[in-house]
């Protein structure tokens, strides 16, 4: 969706003030991971309308910019807006970028002129009448008319090289003119300032959003370099508690959140709908603000995080639910989604692509690993690092993408404790859910559509391995709940299962008002014990067991449990009065405690 399309429906739906950030890429792939993980946090538990990803002056990190866009795009379940500069690279780089961010479903580009190259004094132009914004603006419009949603830098205090303010506004305008949609603005810290700016745009006939930017005070030297190399005015209040507070790290932090929210509420009460945020790539003075002005826009669209380039999927399979990247990568060369109900899984349509488990891990990130599944050589010490993670000792098991545990799962969290005290080793689960509102903090979710309203339920589930002798003691006790359904099956392919062969069972569904039946979860027996079968037991072995060497008895204990366990799930139909743990615990009384 273009960011554009995306405020007009906050304002159809009255969901104002919204909020934005932006980072920039790293220069290391530890930081590049570390980055990501930050992103994934902020984005789920803030909910900002977009992300905004910079580019290097001169092209300086075309590739890293372009892939850690795509990643946004694909796993944070925001939408991604790339910076674009025209200084001092040709057209076919422009191109180039152009093309393969449309490949990659980017489809909002911020357009800039850019600073020179580091080490260069001034910018140079590489393409005759191709040397502002406006020219970038107005060439990604004549190529790819309405595709891209645009957006411009705007200067509060005037571009550093301009004669004066109105001079600025008027080049402003030609970059909307030439087909901008809306306007974020440097930094600045006298809010005043910016809002004669925006009167003085609305004069001008500039009538498009223009988006604050924000950049709390971090550190005392960053705060004072940042503010001379762009010219920015500070009030006289804020030099002088900084020069008192200078050489107290926290504290110039603390003042720095202080001053960002006194700015934002100001901002706000004069009828600003939109903050975007410069994080320079730190995570806690924004959450902090954001937190404080209590604007954080939080609750799903469907109980599974969806990318920004797939507005139209709706359903996906329960195995998944824990390995979501796993899931989009499997079905990344999909020309079409399930949007209503799940088709056949044999069918070709569902193609699904797998290049296998296996993980490099460096030596850094075996030896952390280590740290955290220590060196098991006995099944009861696998059944403690399961239960370290649901105790949250650990905050990382190989199943979970995701660190920690999610908000419904500690709903059912002493159960699964018991299941893995008696060797059944759980990796997926979901507790019943009866007319739920949409709005539940644990288990709610629905579609943003701007109606109130709307109810959830879901069937319980559990997922979980464990060795033939238990399963024939659980398969038992199973068989006397006619609600009951489940599937058993081993590495080999070897099945067990009371589910009729081609029905598909939906898991979550929702109903809100004026829409079909929603039901983003389901599933498929096909679908488990072949495409989900192959990369549950591999996990085992190829990334768990990679943190070992592969002599060791720790690699050997994780290779048999792959080669002789089998993976069961187990589902209760009856969403009133079912209960799993009842009848579970029935099947433990006769098995062996670890």
């Not at 919204?18 to 570390?34: H, M, Q, R, Y």
């Not at 190529?143 to 830098?153: D, M, P």
């Not at 009861?380 to 690092?385: A, E, H, L, P, Y």
Request: glycine share 6%; charged share 25%.
């Amino acid at each position: 969706m273009k960011i554009i399309e995306a405020i007009e429906k906050c304002k159809d739906d009255g969901t104002f003030p919204f909020f934005s950030i932006e980072f920039f890429p790293p220069k290391t792939e530890e930081a590049l991971f570390n980055l990501q993980q930050r992103i994934e946090r902020m984005s789920q538990n803030l909910g900002p309308l977009f992300i905004d990803l910079t580019w290097g002056a001169g092209g300086s990190t075309f590739k890293e910019s372009l892939e850690l866009s795509s990643w946004i795009e694909q796993y944070s379940g925001c939408e991604v807006m790339m910076h674009l500069t025209l200084t001092n690279i040709s057209l076919d780089v422009i191109d180039q970028a152009l093309n393969k961010a449309k490949e990659a479903g980017i489809c909002n580009i911020l357009a800039l002129r850019g600073d020179p190259p580091r080490g260069q004094e001034r910018w140079t132009h590489s393409v005759e009448n191709f040397q502002y914004a406006r020219d970038l603006v107005r060439y990604i419009r004549e190529k790819h008319g309405n595709y891209f949603g645009i957006c411009v830098a705007g200067y509060p205090e005037g571009h550093t090289e301009c004669s004066d303010i109105d001079a600025d506004i008027s080049h402003l305008k030609s970059k909307v003119d030439a087909g901008a949609d809306f306007v974020i603005t440097q930094l600045f810290y006298d809010v005043d300032v910016f809002l004669k700016f925006v009167n003085k745009c609305r004069e001008s006939g500039i009538n498009c959003p223009i988006l604050p930017g924000i950049m709390p005070i971090q550190s005392y030297q960053g705060f004072h370099r940042m503010v001379s190399m762009c010219k920015v005015s500070v009030p006289q209040y804020i030099l002088d508690k900084l020069e008192e507070i200078k050489s107290d790290d926290d504290q110039v932090k603390a003042f720095g959140v202080e001053v960002a929210v006194q700015m934002c509420k100001k901002l706000l009460a004069n009828g600003i709908q939109g903050l975007h945020f410069y994080t320079l790539n730190l995570e806690r003075s924004v959450t902090k603000i954001i937190q404080e002005l209590k604007v954080v826009k939080l609750g799903r669209e469907a109980p599974w995080l969806r990318p920004a380039n797939r507005h139209q999927e709706w359903v996906r399979p329960i195995n998944w639910s824990k390995r979501p990247k796993s899931y989009i990568e499997r079905t990344t060369n999909w020309d079409d989604y399930p949007n209503g109900r799940w088709s056949d899984s044999r069918s070709p349509a569902y193609g699904f692509s797998f290049s296998g488990t296996n993980v490099n891990y460096t030596n850094k990130q075996k030896e952390a690993l280590r740290a955290i599944w220590g060196n098991p050589l006995t099944i009861k010490d696998i059944s403690t690092v399961f239960l370290n993670f649901l105790n949250g000792q650990i905050s990382r098991l190989p199943w979970f993408e995701e660190q920690g545990l999610q908000t419904e799962t500690l709903m059912i969290k002493d159960f699964l404790i018991n299941l893995n005290q008696y060797g059944l080793f759980t990796i997926n689960s979901q507790p019943k859910v009866n007319c739920a509102s949409a709005s539940d903090v644990k288990v709610g979710w629905g579609p943003r559509n701007g109606r109130k309203g709307g109810y959830v339920y879901q069937r319980e589930y559990i997922e979980f391995f464990c060795p033939r002798d238990s399963l024939n003691v659980i398969k038992e006790i199973l068989d006397n709940y006619p609600t009951i359904s489940y599937i058993a099956v081993n590495i080999l392919g070897e099945e067990i299962s009371n589910i009729t062969e081609g029905d598909v069972i939906a898991m979550t569904w929702g109903i809100f008002p004026n829409r079909e039946v929603l039901q983003p979860t389901i599933l498929d027996p096909y679908i488990f014990k072949t495409w989900w079968k192959d990369e549950a037991f591999g996990v085992w072995a190829n990334e768990w067991g990679e943190v070992y060497a592969r002599d060791s008895e720790s690699f050997a204990l994780l290779q048999n449990i792959r080669n002789n366990y089998y993976l069961v799930n187990v589902l209760e139909n009856d969403f009133v009065e079912g209960n799993l743990e009842k009848v579970f615990t029935e099947a433990l009384g006769s098995l062996t405690k670890l």
